[in-house]
C-alpha cells in the first residue's frame, strides 16, 4: 500500500530559526514528489516539485531534498517568518503502468509548522 | 486571473439532507479532482474526472456523486448516505491526468452537519 509518513506532527519554532521537516514514503513506482503550504482554512500552494533525478531544489527559503534510494525527504526553511506558519504536506504520485503519472497522489498527514515571535 | 473557485467557503446540512459543493476553473484544465480532509489525516480521493462526460471513483467515494457535464465544472454532492460528512473538502485542477507543473488547489469549502 502506497503511504507517506511525515515527522513531526508538529513543531514550534522562534522567529528567525531554521527548521526541518521530514518526509518518508512507500510510494512504488516513484514518479515525483511535491511540497504543499497550506494556510488554516485555505488550499495547498505547491512549493517544490521533485522528479527522481533531482535531490535537491529550493524556492527562496524553502529548500527540499529528495533521498530515492532511502525513500526520503525533507524540507529545510531557512530564517522563519511568522507567515510560515502553515501545515506542511508531502505529497508523492506514482507512475501508472505505462510508465506516465496518472495524477493521483498519496498525500502525508502533514506537519504543522508555528512561529513565535 | 485564472484559478479555481469553490463556493461557499462554509456550508451547513442537516443531517439526512444532500448538498452540493461548486468547483469553477478558467484554467481549461482537462483534469479536475475532490479530496476530503480530515484533521490529522492527509487528503483522501473521492473522486477525479480525466475529460469531460467522464469520472471514476476515487478512495470514499461511497455516499458522494459528481457530474462533469462541463470542462469548467465539477460539483460534488454530498449525499445522506455519508456518514460524516463534516470536513474539509478540497477541489483541484491540472491541464491533464498527470500533469505534474500545473496541479492547482481551489480555497476549499467546510461542511458542517447540524
Known amino acids: 500500500k502506497n503511504q507517506v509518513e511525515q515527522s513531526p506532527q508538529s513543531l514550534i519554532i522562534l522567529e528567525g530559526k531554521n527548521c526541518t521537516l521530514q518526509?518518508?514514503?512507500?510510494?512504488?513506482?516513484?514518479?515525483?514528489l511535491r511540497w504543499y503550504k497550506q494556510d488554516t482554512g485555505r488550499g495547498p500552494v505547491s512549493l517544490t516539485i521533485?522528479?527522481?533525478?533531482?535531490n535537491t531544489k529550493s524556492n527562496g527559503r524553502y529548500t527540499a531534498t529528495l533521498d530515492a534510494d532511502t525513500k526520503q525527504s525533507s524540507l529545510h526553511i531557512t530564517a522563519s517568518q511568522l507567515s510560515d506558519s502553515a501545515s506542511y504536506i508531502c505529497?508523492?504520485?506514482?507512475?501508472?503502468?505505462?510508465?506516465?503519472?496518472?495524477?493521483?497522489?498519496?498525500f502525508g498527514q502533514g506537519t504543522i509548522l508555528t512561529v513565535h515571535p | 486571473d485564472g484559478g479555481i473557485t469553490q463556493s461557499p467557503k462554509y456550508l451547513f446540512r442537516k443531517e439526512g439532507q444532500n448538498v452540493t459543493l461548486s468547483c469553477e476553473q478558467n484554467?481549461?484544465?482537462?483534469?479536475m479532482y475532490w479530496y476530503r480532509q480530515d484533521p490529522g489525516q492527509g487528503l483522501r480521493l473521492i473522486y477525479y474526472?480525466?475529460?469531460?462526460?467522464?469520472?471514476q471513483k476515487g478512495d470514499i467515494a461511497e455516499g458522494y456523486s459528481v457530474s462533469r457535464e462541463k470542462k469548467e465544472s465539477f460539483p460534488l454532492t454530498v449525499t445522506s448516505a455519508q456518514k460524516n460528512p463534516t470536513a474539509f473538502y478540497l477541489c483541484?485542477?491540472?491541464?491533464?491526468?498527470?500533469?505534474?507543473?500545473?496541479?492547482?488547489f481551489g480555497s476549499g469549502t467546510r461542511l458542517t452537519v447540524v
Open positions: 483541484a485542477s491540472s491541464a491533464f491526468a498527470g500533469d505534474v507543473v500545473g496541479y492547482t
Open positions: 518526509c518518508n514514503y512507500t510510494v512504488s513506482p516513484f514518479s515525483n
Open positions: 521533485m522528479t527522481f533525478s533531482e
Open positions: 505529497v508523492v504520485s506514482a507512475l501508472d503502468g505505462g510508465g506516465t503519472s496518472y495524477g493521483k497522489l498519496t
Open positions: 484554467l481549461n484544465h482537462d483534469a
Open positions: 474526472s480525466q475529460i469531460v462526460n467522464d469520472f
